[in-house]
Nanobody, 118 residues
Framework: VQLVESGGELVQPGGSLKLSCAAS????????MGWYRQAPGKQRELVAT???????NYTNSVKGRFTISRDNVENTVYLQMNSLRPDDTAVYYC?????????????WGQGTHVTVSS
């Protein structure tokens, strides 16, 4: 199983980025997918999730600015980030979760760095 994130880079405040997470080795369409982030010195936090029916959920601080989406043909989940702020600086991680017959299948990517700074 592999989750490979990409798209993180240095961007100015107010700018945009689109993160991608390509999944392999899983039945992607069955999985609930999520983006999490961890800023320096802070705990990892949920950013956004999208379930197998494409219902979405966002943490309050990114509502109206970030959009999570998925492509079940390309086995990829995206995070479109607009109006970026310095406090969005973090390592962003992709997560895949599937619960089946009492077992939880939970996988993480290696992370991609997003830095918002002028």
């Amino acid at each position: 199983v592999q989750l490979v994130e990409s798209g993180g880079e240095l961007v100015q405040p107010g700018g945009s980025l689109k993160l991608s997470c390509a999944a392999s080795g899983i039945g992607f369409s069955n999985y609930n997918m999520g983006w999490y982030r961890q800023a320096p010195g802070k705990q990892r936090e949920l950013v956004a999730t999208i379930d197998s029916a494409s219902s979405t959920n966002y943490t309050n601080s990114v509502k109206g600015r970030f959009t999570i989406s998925r492509d079940n043909v390309e086995n990829t989940v995206y995070l479109q980030m607009n109006s970026l702020r310095p406090d969005d600086t973090a390592v962003y991680y992709c997560n895949a979760v599937f619960v089946f017959q009492g077992r939880t299948y939970d996988f993480w990517g290696q992370g991609t760095h997003v830095t918002v700074s002028s």
